[in-house]
């Protein structure tokens, strides 16, 4: 990923955060676990999806 995507990401994941420490969805005590987690999110929807398999959108009853 080019530098500049990767400091969007950071960004954005940092702004997530800091929004739900404000309206106390996290603790500050739980930042660490939590950023890593967005982060991975954000990182992950910038990235598409990766060897992953289309959804099944048949159902049971076309079947």
């Known amino acids: 990923m080019a530098s500049s ?3 969007q990401i950071l960004r ?3 702004e997530i955060i800091v929004k ?3 309206v106390g969805r996290i603790s500050p005590t739980a ?5 890593k987690t967005i982060y991975n999110a954000v ?3 910038v990235a598409g999806p990766q060897n ?7 159902s049971d ?3």
Request: proline share 15%; charged share 35%; aromatic share 12%.
């Open 5 to 7: 995507v990767e400091e």
């Open 12 to 14: 954005t994941s940092k």
């Open 20 to 22: 739900f420490i404000e």
């Open 31 to 35: 930042f660490p676990e939590a950023f």
């Open 43 to 45: 990182e992950e929807t």
């Open 52 to 58: 992953t398999p289309p959804p099944d959108t048949s």
């Open 61 to 63: 009853a076309e079947k």
